[in-house]
């Protein structure tokens, strides 16, 4: 078993580009209850990818660390408490 957790992201915003720290994330569209099917996004050994639900272009930036955001603001929070 794993402890790695897949961040979440989301465009509620509609930026044009989301840079995140992660390489691989889902990628949810909206906040529920709009968002589009939860897809998995794999950059590989790209910088860039889009998402095929929402066009949302993602960029890989190495100055941020795994799940944080630019805009931080898209970043899904757990909302368990």
Known sequence: MSDHVVP???NDAGVPVIEIGSQEFMCVG????FDHPHVFLDLGNDNEIICPYCSTLYRFAADLKAGEARPPECVVKDKVA
Request: charged share 0%; no cysteine; glycine share 0%.
């Open 8 to 10: 979440h992201f989301h």
């Open 30 to 33: 909206a906040n529920p209850p």
